[in-house]
């Protein structure tokens, strides 16, 4: 790493050890003394023992991070020159950004920042958010300047800098060391040393953006537009469902030309594509710009759970079983395959409307905390489903398990006269009644 005159030995405090800063503070903790800090005591006694819940990093990957200390006492980070803030940045209720997290985690930094300090922000937010909210908290809390392209001061100053989040959880090929990562500093010298302390850690190189704001712009941008693509592809799942057309054998037959782009319709949930486009919606109409395209794709995809229930119950009625008590198994909670995120996941929407069409519904999903189901969501989680017991199976989540489980074991749960619904085009389309 370039040395600068501003900090030659980095002592580096990455806070909130979730999916994004778990792995980060991993990296950096196998060169620079580092200290991972999260709020949840529970976390980071785990953490400290071995164990990753999130199985983002093993236990021999937590061990080679011999400079990597946890904690969840706030002073521990008091000794530290640069500060990542990786928290997550949801949406509330009304679909707005929900920024408490990352305000609560700035002014948390804030007590201990001293003259020359670095403050790294990885958290999705809009465009402008960073120098727009979180500095004016930081020299507010900690009585320093911040210091930019436009500012001349140069005693009792901070800088910033952004650098987004780019981890995909559960992934096993794309980590966080060989995904190209985005930098940008507040000023021209700051931008060049964030970025080569990330080149010492990640193997697939850096970009190095011209402010903190394209930084933030191109962030939020990466899940925009996979969320207008899915939506896309789930409004055509549902012409070609009611022309009778498999979805899965067009987007084949379309695939076969080099430039179609292989997106299959789904639930969007998590914490990134089904949120990140909220945060842009936000900021746009707040200049007074309506981004109908955005909005449109959003609404398809938040609408789908609903669709699933619908084709669901349809197709039940159409076989003679009675929906009104009907026992119903979903198979799989989680946000997406082989991670045990439950986070803004959109099977519990369909979960809801069976149950308002009065189903009976368990939940099966050995990948994630039944504990942590019920907490988040109120809804208790079968250990094993039973034998000849329901009359319709929703495969939501294509997790490998129930791949090896097997069609014909999943056909044993049901009734003679039963529906299986493969969201996930996990099996043959003849083996299944309905596929997305």
Known sequence: MKVTKMIKKPKISVVGLGYVGLPLAVE?????????YDINKDRVLKLSSGIDETLECSTLELNTAKLLNYSFEENEISDSNIYIITVPTPINTRKEPDLSPLKN????????????DIVIYESTVYPGCTEEICVPILEKQSGLKYKNSDQKVTNNIFYCGYSPERINPGDKSHRVTNIKKVTSGSTDEVAIFIDSLYARIITAGTYMAESIIVAEAAKVIENTQRDINIALINELSIIFSKLNIDTESVLKAAGTKWNFLPFRPGLVGGHCIGVDPYYLTHKSLNIGYKPDIILAGRHMNDEMSKHVSDQMTSVMKSKEIKIESANILIMGITFKENCPDIRNTKVVDVVNELKRAKCNVDIYDPYCSADEVFHEYSLEMKSFPAEKFYDGVIIAVAHDGFKELGIKKIKSFCKKNHVIYDLKYLFDKNFTDIRL
């Open 105 to 116: 985690a700035t002014k948390l930094v804030a007590k201990f920042l001293n003259d020359g």
């Open 28 to 36: 950096f903790g196998k060169i620079f003394p580092t200290i991972g």
